[in-house]
């Protein structure tokens, strides 16, 4: 078993990441943890996810050191309380942008209307030394959360957002204070303070954050309305009593009693009683779905009409929301090829900004106007303001979560985030027949016997040599029995032949009963039947033949219909361009009959399960960008040869580890949705990047005061701390945008 497989997974809150810059360095500081083996940080929601054995102390330290804050985040968080936290940080923040935003206007009102004094008159000499005292406290209530991060960045040796915030905002009130001290050495045209700048280029910032804080939990609000279905009690019978108690004191097989209108507290089997559950929040499925004695339940999924007693079968993290929740977080933190771009630029980007600030400085005190002192300085500040990287950083994984998010509600479980770049670009999609273009649950439609072999006798042998398999055809057989209340025998030497059959020992004699390959192996003739077994297989029946001691006793026919939408899906997979084919085990002339109804031209029958992962790598080294849909169990290697692997599963089985992407609900219809998404959220996070790239392309030469020598404007940096802030959600909002496209 690999380290990968054994090692424990923790999720980290992180407080004080202000931009992808932080990212990079929390993320290299959980990583130089021994016994760390792999780091996701996500900036969207100030989370990180490590794997390995390691002591979630010695983590806390690293992100400490590192300077910033860590929480280990365990079992459901309280999506309520989340909100809470999250409204509190958004009221501070606007509570700061108001202070400062109204004491800069005051500053900028009071010169405007000349009311200001001069700083070398009488009033002046009072006045001036005051406003810089209640500017500095103003800076202090409405920027220490920025001063701090710089600081412990700097401590760390790292720089990010709030190190050019802090530059530019504390520069510009030591240079004012230095003109108020110094006003009489100075030359006329540097005589001015820059109080109102550095107070409202905070306010801005503090505005900025706090709407984008907003935007941001809208965006997380799928994975929380995923956490609020999980129901904090459980009504469990102990010593015959019913007791209320909390989730967490659930155990294993124990009983629960569920109510009309109640949320199922675990995983579990029904023993009793009689009910229709809503599915929908698990699998996308609207129609509420009947439970009688043996149906599973979910924990998460509501309760409608009628009580029942279950027994638990999975509890905490083991249950199929959980590990949905599990795979969602997993999805959102995981990074598309196409962020790695980004993440490249943001680790360098502050240290090249502080170079161009540092230049534009020289440059102006070198070669400007005068006052070349005072347009260095503004210039300077102005390019530390504008160019923050916060934009960049959110970019990516702002969209992903969108998506991840998205695709969750509608019943698709996206678990790694490079397939939702690569399912866009897909040009060829592999369909398994059995439970993915067909229901999966074949019914035995016609019986014969050969021979001395009665129907009843090859039903019998049938059903003997089945009654220990989970295969579907096995399963429709030993139906079939029950219903004609015919006996299964016991069997020994029971053999399965791998994509053939079965073969075992009844009562001294040899049966073997399988498909025409399996009789072919056999030798055993069966050419008088041969027009009867193609017949059955042009009506897209699966003829399944018996033969006892080398001689042929007679076929049983299984009907496996075609979903109700499978035709559909293919329509629209193949409107999106994309050449699909069925792969199947099954022959040729039932594949094709089942291919004729989905409308699928393209077939490749008899194929056994390990041979499936060749037909992929076969159309990969053909060009083809492959996806492969099928059940996640006998398609394993074909899904993790594939390009993307779609499994289609059931709300309760959702740990498909060799799919990328899987699909609760049983409908195809959900692979093209996947494709849709995709390309939808490639799009969105392309905007992104442009809208970033585009702006700090831009803005940065325009900060500097390239248009200056042309048409005599320069950016004013009050102008460029509100350009920075609504950069950043300009990027959040786009993304959101997301929620509302149609799939």
Not at 426 to 451: F, Y
């Amino acid at each position: 078993m690999s380290k990968e497989e054994t090692a424990d997974e923790l999720r980290l809150s992180i407080l004080g990441m202000s931009c992808a810059g932080c990212v990079s360095v929390v993320q290299s500081a959980l990583t130089e943890v021994p016994g760390v083996i792999e780091v996701g940080v996500n900036f969207a929601d100030h989370s990180a996810t490590v794997k390995g054995q390691i002591d979630p102390e010695l983590l806390i330290k690293a992100v400490k050191d590192a300077g910033y804050e860590a929480a280990v985040m365990e079992g459901f968080e309280d999506p309520a309380a989340q909100e809470q936290q999250e409204l509190a940080r958004f009221r501070t923040l606007l509570k700061k942008a108001a202070v400062a935003g109204s004491f800069g206007a005051l500053l900028m009102l009071l010169e405007y209307t000349g009311w200001l004094p001069d700083m070398d008159s009488k009033t002046g000499r009072w006045f001036w030394p005051e406003v810089a005292v209640l500017t500095l406290a103003v800076l202090v209530y409405s920027g220490t959360h920025i001063y701090q991060g710089a600081l412990k960045a700097l401590q760390s040796g790292q720089a990010n957002m709030d190190t050019l915030i802090a530059i530019g905002t504390g520069a510009a009130w030591l240079y004012s204070c230095i003109v108020i001290d110094y006003f009489g050495l100075l030359p006329a045209t540097a005589k001015h303070a820059y109080f109102e700048a550095a107070v409202v280029i905070l306010a801005f910032i503090n505005l900025g954050s706090g709407l984008e804080t907003m935007a941001r939990g809208k965006t997380s609000s799928a994975i929380r309305q995923l956490i609020g279905l999980q129901p904090r009690t459980a009504r469990v019978i102990r010593n015959g009593e019913e007791l209320d108690v909390p989730i967490e004191e659930v155990g294993l097989g124990e009983t629960l009693r569920v109510r009309p209108g109640e949320k199922i507290a675990v995983d579990g089997v029904l023993i009793e009683g009689h009910s229709n559950v809503d599915e929908s929040m698990l699998t996308g499925e609207p129609m509420p779905v009947e439970k009688t004695a043996g149906s599973e339940v979910a924990a998460g999924t509501m309760n409608q009409t009628g009580s029942f007693l279950f027994k638990a079968t999975r509890i905490g993290r083991g249950t199929a929301l959980a590990q949905i929740i599990h795979s969602v977080r997993q999805a959102q933190n995981s990074k598309p090829e196409i962020a790695r771009l980004a993440d490249r630029i943001s680790a360098v980007f502050v240290p090249v900004v502080i170079s161009l600030s540092l230049f534009t400085f020289l440059v102006w005190y070198g070669f400007g106007p005068d006052p070349a002192l005072g347009y260095a300085f503004v210039t300077s500040m102005t390019v530390l303001v504008i160019a923050c990287p916060c934009a960049l950083g959110l970019a990516t994984p702002i969209s992903v979560m969108v998506a991840v998010g998205k695709a969750a509600q509608t019943g698709i479980l996206i678990r790694k985030g490079d397939a939702l770049q690569s399912a866009g670009k897909l040009t060829c999609l592999i369909l398994d027949k059995t439970g993915t273009v067909t229901q999966g649950k074949p019914k035995v439609v016609s019986i014969e016997g050969a021979g001395e072999f009665s129907e009843t006798d090859v039903l019998q042998l049938a059903a003997s040599l089945e009654s220990g398999s989970e295969h579907p055809l096995a399963a429709a057989i030993l139906a079939a029995a029950k219903e004609k209340a015919v006996q299964p025998q016991k069997t020994t030497q029971f053999a399965a032949i791998a994509g053939h059959g079965v073969e075992a020992t009844q009562g001294g004699r040899r049966i073997v009963f399988g498909n025409l390959a399996l009789m072919e192996q056999k030798n055993i003739n069966i050419e008088r039947y041969d027009a009867k077994f193609q017949a059955l297989c042009a009506e897209g029946q699966t003829p399944m033949l018996l033969a006892v001691d080398d001689k042929f006793a007679g076929i049983i026919s299984v009907a496996d219909p075609i979903k109700h939408d499978s035709a559909t899906a293919v329509q629209r997979l193949h409107e999106l361009g994309i050449r699909v084919l069925m792969v199947t085990g099954d022959n040729l002339i039932t594949a094709q009959a089942i291919a004729k109804e989905a409308g699928i031209t393209e077939v490749r029958a008899q194929v056994l399960p390990q041979d499936k992962a060749a037909v992929v790598r076969e159309l990969q080294l053909q060009g083809e960008t492959v996806g492969m849909v099928g059940d996640g169990i006998n398609d394993a290697p074909a899904l993790a040869q594939a390009d993307v692997g779609l499994a289609i599963g059931t709300g309760t089985d959702v740990a498909i580890e060799s799919a990328d992407v899987v699909i609760l609900q049983g409908s195809l219809l959900k692979v093209p949705e996947v494709i849709r998404l995709s390309q939808l959220t490639v799009k969105n996070i392309k905007q992104n990047l442009f809208g970033a790239f585009f702006y700090n392309t831009i803005s940065i030469p325009v900060a500097a005061g390239l248009l200056y020598p042309f048409t005599g404007i320069l950016l004013n940096p009050m102008i460029a701390g509100a350009a920075m802030a609504m950069s950043s959600l300009t990027v959040v909002s786009n993304a959101n945008r997301l929620r509302w496209q149609k799939l």
